[in-house]
């Protein structure tokens, strides 16, 4: 049997004499006592995480992210449509997003929430207060500042986002990353027209 006080299972690790839970516990953390995780921390990506395992939203490790828990309290069960297309939203799926207006992760507070669908959380050109998201290419033409999948998708554009990137990345002006003829599957233009 595992040697730690309580614990009832049997010994897999004879040099320790303990189960497989307090050899793991032992080598996460150099002790075979739990150790009780804090409130609020920060994940990898900058958003802060709470300890909720009886949240309905929590993942199976009890960890949920803090703008989740504070949109959940103000929605409830039923989200709003997506605010920029009207898409239908739904918890739980990866099609839902919670995005931070301001930009900042830490910015938790209700009135700097909304809940978007991923293509519109993942293609808004602008921010509030006009910053530019960060590591997305902009393609800058008659005063509009778009991304390079916003102006793909707008009408007159025959290109797709992959090529106005490629064409930005390599040194093509803004309006020729939009609208220079295609050098290949040039009757496609034509169809689309």
Known sequence: MCKIDGCERSSQYKSQDVCQMHYFRFMRGGSYELKKRKEKFFDDRG?????????????????????????????????????????????????THIDHIDNDKSNNAPENLRPLCNGCNSSRPYREGGKLREGALYISFNGRVMSVKMWAKEP??????????????????????????????????????
């Open 47 to 95: 958003y802060v995480l709470m300890c909720l395992p009886n949240h309905k939203l929590s993942s199976k490790n009890g960890l949920i992210r803090e703008h989740t828990v504070v949109a959940y309290a103000k929605y409830g069960d039923t989200l709003p449509d997506c605010e920029l297309c009207g898409k239908r939203l739904l918890w739980g799926g990866r099609s």
């Open 156 to 193: 007159g554009v025959m290109v797709s986002s992959g090529t106005i990137r490629n064409r930005k990345n390599s040194g093509m002006s803004d309006y020729d990353c939009l609208f220079k003829e295609k050098a290949t599957h040039k009757q496609d233009t034509q169809k689309r027209a």
